[in-house]
């Protein structure tokens, strides 16, 4: 078997950095910090920024983001030219 192939496949910390929630698991993702888990060892740290603890579908709670006057900034960006498009006659219908 070839070696240096394969990632290397080791445990790793994910910490949710919005909900300062961490959780320990493998992984093959290069890191370049590390972190003192709970058992005193030192393993690599990756940080997210939504996890199943801060993730909405999962919390039930919903982040409200800004949505309110989106279209009014559209139309006020690109103006009101896009109007309901009217079917061309083609060649065809026009013999007829």
Known sequence: MKTDTHPNYRPVVFKDM?????????????????????????????????????????TGKQILVDTTGRVERFRKRYGQTAKAATPVESETDAEN
Request: aromatic share 14%; hydrophobic share 30%.
């Open 18 to 58: 919005s909900s300062d929630f961490a959780f320990l698991t493998k992984s093959t993702i290069d890191t370049s910090e590390t972190i003192e888990w709970e058992d005193g060892e030192t393993y690599p740290l990756a940080k997210v920024e939504i996890s199943s603890r801060s993730h909405p579908f999962y």
